[in-house]
């Protein structure tokens, strides 16, 4: 069995978060993410970027009411990253 | 490290449920309902006996209008009243795990309540100025059964079987007229218990 390396883009606890809630949600706000996972604008928001570069979750910005709206959803790309990431740590806790 | 990715899945989990379903749900808000419900029909029951018709005997089903004030006050009141408990518990359940408790969640559990709701609401005022007042109360038993049925996506899956059961009830209601005190008394008494009881047992 070769052993498979978990991904690093996922190490952190707030990116875990954010691609979790995105997993099992069509499009979460800035606003929706921050309530959730309950840390500061400046840390979400770098966090978000970093998943954005990678192409693991995608973003629409729009507008209601003039006041800008930004949304994410996550990709397919970082749907299957995301999975596979799951499954390495299940092998890994059971010892495999 | 071991421990790392242990606390790491937990997390994914946790998070995953925390995001997509209100979980501040308690079985308690469930339990004070029922038992509210119970009170008011009963308070329901003297209040016909008063007005010399005894509920389960008689087969005259026209009554006054005061009654039917006091009556539809009597439900006004335990609707308030089991809301406010159940909104009381649910604060009190997500302050002590540290969760929010308005969140997107909230607002979808909220809307697929309140739209099934108040179209059983229009729906049982159209029956009663159409002269058909005695569908009522199983009517409201089938619009809360689909509310709750609608909900169970966006709270503990439990409340589909409430739903259910709810449904099941209304819909023998419609055949057998004219018992829809007992209706809901079962329907919003003691299934609100029971089902309470039982999340308050599998959740806590």
Redesign the interface.
Known sequence: MNVQE?NKDFEN?TR??I???L???DW??FK?LK????VTDGNLASHIKGLERKEYIEVKKEFIDRKPNTTYRVTQLGRMEFKKH?EI??K??KGE | M?DK??D??K???S??E???RFISLSGWSGVFAGIYALIAAGTAYMLFANSGTHYFETTNRTISIDLLNQLFAIGMITLVLALTTGILFSVRKSRKNNL?IW??VTKKLLINLAVPLAMGGIFCFALFLNGSAVLIAPTTLIFYGLALLNAGKYTFPAITYLGYCQLVLGIIGLFFVGKGLLLWAIGFGVLHIIYGFYMQKKYQ
């Open positions: 978990l606890r875990l978060g691609m979790s809630s997993m099992v949600n979460l706000s929706d309530e959730l996972l309950n799951i740590l299940e890994l806790i | 071991a990715n242990i790491d899945l997390a994914i989990r998070m995953m925390q995001s997509s929010q969140n997107h």
